[in-house]
């Protein structure tokens, strides 16, 4: 069945003849005439009937009449959906984040965006780098923000932030009081790190690698605070991202161990799946993430 064919029958119909049918959608009369025509033969069937004075609907032409109307309502759903869509009045925010991304700066971008843009629905899929790589092959987020970064043929990658990695120690540590140590000299101290697959951990285990140092963690933990709460309780130091520690550095119930030959500064990066386009709330999300990251 031509669409096209369809949508001149719904006016027809809709308009009570032929000619007021032309009218309504700037054809002409003839031209209106012949596609009506060529419809009821690809159905097989009369759907107007020819009187002297102007048309009317066959029994199948009622019928027929019930389904374009549909249609044509259908139509004009979709188009006002995606006017919607584009203008952030319905849609879907889904993206991925690393622990801490999602826990330290993922939240108030998200706050602002909803301010903004109450009717989208918000999904934050908090994970470490290797599910995200995961959850953005099989569709179910749009973006991931991740420490690690993302390789493959599949993704493009791009830093959106700059992280600072810093060691730290319960207040009271005796190497607090030593002045700045040396990384060798905390590596000799017992140690907590991120869980195996954390971005976190890989950025660790690098910078100390590219030094000849190791260590042999006593605890392997799968959340920023987990480990702030076991540094605090005495069962060893860790390197954790500087984001994530503000509230315990003003309580005083953490410090950072000023360390003078271990910098780690490390990109945060924001993950695609090559060839997707980016929705609008996606692109709205990221610019408030933007903005929320300068303050």
């Known amino acids: 069945m031509n669409r096209n064919h369809l949508a001149l029958f719904h006016a027809v119909a809709q308009a009570g003849g032929i000619s007021r049918g032309a009218q309504r959608v700037r ?27 102007g048309t009317r609907l066959t ?22 959906a995606m006017k919607e869509f584009h203008g952030l009045q319905r849609g879907r925010l889904a993206v991925g984040a690393s622990m801490t991304i999602g826990t330290h700066l993922i939240p108030q971008a998200f706050g602002e965006f909803h301010r903004r843009y109450p009717d989208i629905e918000l999904h934050l899929e908090i994970a470490n780098t290797r599910t995200i790589r995961e959850n953005l092959m099989q ?61 976190t951990r890989e950025v660790v285990e690098r910078a100390l690698g590219k030094r000849g140092l190791a260590v042999q963690p006593v605890l392997s933990l799968t959340s920023p605070e987990a480990i702030k709460n076991a540094v605090v309780a005495g069962l060893g130091l860790a ?41 609008p709330a996606t692109a709205k999300f990221l610019e408030i993430l933007a903005a929320t990251k300068s303050q």
């Open 59 to 80: 029994e199948s032409g009622r019928i027929l009449a019930g389904y374009a109307q549909r249609l044509q309502a259908l139509e004009q759903e979709a188009e006002a």
């Open 239 to 279: 390197i954790i991202s500087r984001l994530t520690i503000g509230l315990e550095l003003r309580a005083g119930s953490l410090a950072i161990i000023p360390v003078k030959d271990l910098v780690i500064h490390r990109p945060l990066h924001l993950q695609r799946l090559r060839g997707r386009t980016m929705s």
């Open 139 to 199: 569709g179910v987020i749009e973006i991931g923000l991740t420490e690690g970064l993302i390789q493959g043929e599949h993704f493009d990658s791009e830093i959106f932030f700059q992280d600072e990695l810093v060691a730290i120690a319960p207040c009271g540590h005796p190497l607090l009081k030593a002045g700045p140590v040396s990384a060798r000299r905390i590596c000799e101290e017992p140690f907590i790190l991120r869980e195996e697959g954390s971005g």
């Open 27 to 53: 054809v002409s009369q003839p031209a209106v005439s012949k596609q009506i025509r060529e419809l009821e033969e690809a159905l097989g069937t009369r759907l107007l009937e020819r009187l002297p004075r």
